[in-house]
Each structure stands twice: as structure tokens, then as C-alpha cells.
């Protein structure tokens, strides 16, 4: 062991004759480990919350979306369809039709946006269909030889909306369209009544508390536009070049046609978590700046409590430089004392949260029931760098004062 080190770990063990220097450099232990856990968790969080959050959307809806210009749906889908689906960086393509509609239960009703889809499609560019955890989507599967009127047809509703109206599986629900159709007596809104077969949950409030899934033949039907869907989607090989695989899809697809994609829709929202991040990480951070603080006060008084052996090193032969070091290394000791701790129990509750899910939140609020962690090694690195750079940074000042006593001076009086 160095020199420095040596006699900086012996004075951070030795036996005080001022309690209160033990006292403030515990503290400044406590004050880092506090400091470092809470930006590990805090950092998991924000991490959690953006991993969830994209999770659920990618899960229940597609990478990329292309619909018209106009408003008039998509009429020749299915050969468009079959064109783009071999395109370069395109892995799967479904169509969709979308519409708002009222489902309503007895007097209970909620709004809702009815999706109609091809099942076996739909599964290769989204999960939704996997989070039914009541009754099944396998009703949904198209009709043979009969077209959409011949029996009640299924719906797959989500969770949240399931218990709005108080459906369950094997309920009938009627299922009303805004849009209507022109009678002699004017405009009268359409309805159909449908069987709640299944119900998902996704665990994102958006889509649990507004969703239902039918077949497309079914939503054609009800909003009277057969052979038309609104959308097709896609899913491609690369979620994070989702944007310029876009732009191809579009050129594809000739003139009259746009694309979204999944970073455009929820823009708004990762911008809003990573300026979170940046506020949590400043604000939390200040919990170390104290601590540091606290590591200046107690390298300070001890400077003053060491300065006859301080006097005592020097008359040896000790240089000012290696009087420096022993200080520094005291307050580096502390550092990194108080940052192990703090990684160490920082990851451990964040394991906890995120494995055992132990705080709950308001989904209607924060759009998922529970508080997800998800703690990265690179957030470690960072808080462990940032700590140890602000202990460091405490010790400058101590380390120069104890680095400038004269010997003579100091053992003047002994």
C-alpha cells in the first residue's frame, strides 16, 4: 500500500479526541450512499417508465402506419398489401379499419375506438391479441360462408372499458356508430349488437379503458364501407429507423399517401421523459453536493485536530505533496465507502420494485398500474464517476491547507 493511503485509512479509522469529526464524516458516508441510491432509483425509474411505455405502444400498435391523404379509407388494400409487404426492412404487414363508436350496456355505455382486424395479421405487427387474459380471440378468426349478419358478432374488449360498462365474456353489447345512415327521416345513427368473446389487458391505460377489437369484415359492416380499411400496418426490421423506412413505404406506395410512425405519435412524450430524467438527475445530485460539503467540513477539522503530527510527518521528511495526497485520500476514502453502499442498495431496491411490483399507481394518471424499474450498469458508472468527482473535488481545499503548515510553527508550543 502507498504511503498516502497507508496513513489516510489509519487516520479514518483512528479514535477521535473531537467525537464530532467522527460524527460529520460519518454523516458525509451516509450523505453519499443516500445521495448515489436515490439517483440509481430514480434513474430506474425514468428507465422503467420509458421501456414500459414503448413496450406497450409498440405492443399494441404498429412501427408504421400508412393511410391516405383524404379521409376516404384505403379501397384496393389488398393487392397494395401484397406489394409492400415484399419491400426492403418490411417483416410483416395487416390492414385495419377504425372507427368511434358508443358500446353500451344496458344503461352503462363508454366510448371506445373499434379496430377491425385480420387476426392472423394483426398478430404479426402488434401483441394486443396476446394480453387477452379472459375468454379467447379466436371468434374473431374470419367467417366462412356466411357474411357478417348471420350470427351476433365477436368483439375483444379492453379491460378498463369491460368494467366502465360492465360486460364480461359471453355478454351482448351494442356497439352504435356515429356516422349512421341516411333514412327518410334523416340521418339515424347505426348500431350492432355484438358478444364480448374476450378481454385484454395491456397494462396501458390508453388502450385498456378505449379499445375493442372485431373482425374487419364485422367493422366494414357497421360502418358500411366494405372492401375499405383506414390503415395498413407495419411492422419492420428496425424500430429506431422506423421513420426513413417510412419515407420508403410511402414513395412505394405512390401519390395520395403518408405514413406515421411510432416515434412521431408519442414524440412528445419520450422528450417529456428524458427532461425528466435530466431534472431528476440535477435535483437528486444535490443530495451529494451535501454530502460533499459535509466531506470538506470533516477533512477540515480534521486537518486542524492532525496538525502536530501533520508538523511531526514533515519534520521527518514528508513533502508537502505527500501531505496533500494523505488528505486526498482520506476524502476519496469516504467517497468511495459511501458510493459502494449506495450502489449496492440502490440496485437492490430497484431490483425489488421492478421484480416484485410492490408500488402500484394510478393508471388513469400515469397510464400503467405499477412503478417499473429498470436499473442499467451505465447509470452505475455514470452516478459512481459523478460521486467520486464531487468527493474529489471536496478534498482540494483541506489537502492544500494541510499541505501549507510549517513544521516550526506548528510544534512551537509542544
Known amino acids: 500500500m502507498r504511503f498516502e493511503l497507508f496513513v489516510a485509512s489509519r487516520y479514518l479509522r483512528a479514535k477521535r479526541r473531537q467525537a464530532v469529526v467522527g460524527v460529520i464524516t460519518t454523516i458525509s458516508i451516509v450523505g453519499v450512499a443516500a445521495g448515489v441510491a436515490s439517483l440509481i432509483l430514480a434513474l430506474a425509474i425514468t428507465n422503467g417508465m420509458r421501456r414500459d ?14 393511410m391516405r391523404v383524404a379521409s376516404d379509407g384505403i379501397e384496393h388494400w389488398r393487392p397494395l398489401t401484397d406489394r409492400l409487404r415484399h419491400l426492403p ?17 344496458g344503461a352503462r355505455s363508454g366510448g371506445a375506438l373499434i379496430k377491425g382486424i385480420l387476426p ?111 390503415i395498413l400496418s407495419f411492422k419492420v426490421d428496425d424500430l429506431y429507423h422506423a421513420d426513413r423506412i417510412g419515407k420508403e413505404i410511402e414513395q412505394a406506395a ?56 501533520i508538523a511531526v510527518l514533515m519534520s521527518y521528511g514528508v513533502r508537502p505533496s505527500q501531505v496533500r495526497r494523505i488528505f486526498v485520500w482520506q476524502g476519496m476514502l469516504i467517497g468511495i465507502l459511501g458510493t459502494s453502499i449506495g450502489l449496492a442498495l440502490g440496485y437492490a431496491l430497484a431490483w425489488a420494485g421492478g421484480h416484485y411490483r410492490f408500488i402500484h399507481l394510478s393508471a388513469e394518471v400515469y397510464s400503467l398500474d405499477y412503478l417499473p424499474f429498470a436499473p442499467r450498469w451505465q ?25 501549507k503548515i510549517l513544521p516550526a510553527e506548528a510544534l512551537r508550543y509542544e
Open 379 to 403: 447509470d452505475g458508472v455514470v452516478v459512481a464517476l459523478v460521486a467520486l468527482g464531487v468527493s474529489l473535488l471536496a478534498t482540494l481545499y483541506p489537502s492544500s491547507s494541510a499541505a
Open 53 to 66: 411505455m414503448q413496450k406497450g405502444l409498440l405492443s399494441s400498435t404498429s412501427q408504421v402506419q400508412l
Open 254 to 309: 405512390g401519390a395520395g399517401y403518408m405514413t406515421t410512425n411510432w416515434m412521431e405519435q408519442n414524440q412528445e412524450l419520450f422528450h417529456a421523459l428524458r427532461e425528466e430524467q435530466a431534472v431528476t438527475f440535477i435535483v437528486i445530485g444535490l443530495i451529494v453536493c451535501v454530502a460533499a460539503l459535509n466531506i470538506l467540513i470533516a477533512l477540515t477539522m480534521m486537518v486542524m485536530e492532525k496538525t502536530r503530527d
Open 120 to 230: 392472423a395479421e394483426e398478430r404479426t405487427v402488434s401483441s394486443l391479441l396476446d394480453d387477452v387474459k379472459q375468454g379467447s380471440a379466436v371468434a374473431l378468426a374470419p367467417q366462412t360462408g356466411q357474411g357478417p349478419d348471420a350470427t351476433i358478432p365477436p368483439l375483444v374488449l379492453g379491460s378498463d372499458l369491460a368494467d366502465q360498462i360492465g360486460a364480461g365474456v359471453g355478454d351482448s353489447v351494442l356497439v352504435t356508430s356515429p356516422q349512421g345512415e341516411l333514412t327518410p327521416f334523416g340521418l339515424v345513427p347505426k348500431y350492432q349488437r355484438f358478444q364480448v368473446v374476450g378481454i385484454f389487458h395491456s397494462g396501458f391505460y390508453q388502450y385498456d379503458s378505449s379499445f375493442a377489437l372485431a373482425r374487419l369484415a364485422d367493422v366494414q359492416h357497421l360502418f358500411g364501407e366494405p372492401n375499405v380499411v383506414s
Open 89 to 105: 426492412h418490411v417483416v410483416a404487414v395487416a390492414p385495419a379499419l377504425y372507427g368511434q363508436v358508443l358500446v353500451s350496456r
